[in-house]
């Protein structure tokens, strides 16, 4: 990344990602999930993997503040395993949504979503400079004091 944009090749890598408009890794895996998500939410994912997931308002017949966010269900299981699977990873993903996300139209979701995890990535980025920014700082207290 950092050759495209002709800068330093010590230069962090996530403030490119952000001015570009990429996701990392990490981060598409969550864009592409609630997007998949959304489209089992609306009805328009191929039905074998929409019969995974069940909201909590067909579970649990009273009104409660899960059923009322559009939350799904998290099945339970007794295989350690079963915690990789996309079945949990997507419920955890699509409760973590707001629920105004989760109203929105599959194509305001898809560019919302995306625009949440640069925010997000932004947001760490700002914390990690500021962290590093801080240690060096008090190395360098440290080394003035060590110097006198």
Request: glycine share 2%.
């Amino acid at each position: 990344m950092p050759f495209v944009y002709f800068s330093d090749h010590n230069q962090h890598a996530i403030p490119l990602f952000s001015d570009a408009g990429i996701l990392p890794l990490q981060f598409s895996f969550y864009e592409l999930t609630a997007n998949l998500m959304s489209d089992i939410r609306h009805r328009n994912a191929p039905r074998n993997i929409r019969d995974l997931f069940h909201d909590i308002s067909n579970i649990h017949p009273i009104n409660t503040r899960s059923s009322a966010s559009k939350n799904v269900y998290t099945q339970s299981s007794g295989l350690s395993i079963q915690l990789n699977s996309f079945s949990r990873i997507g419920t955890t993903i699509w409760n973590e949504v707001s629920l105004t996300l989760k109203n929105l139209s599959k194509y305001d979701f898809k560019s919302k979503i995306k625009r949440v995890l640069l925010d997000i990535l932004i947001r760490k980025t700002l914390s990690l400079i500021y962290e590093t920014l801080f240690k060096r700082s008090i190395f360098l207290k440290n080394l003035l004091s060590f110097l006198e």
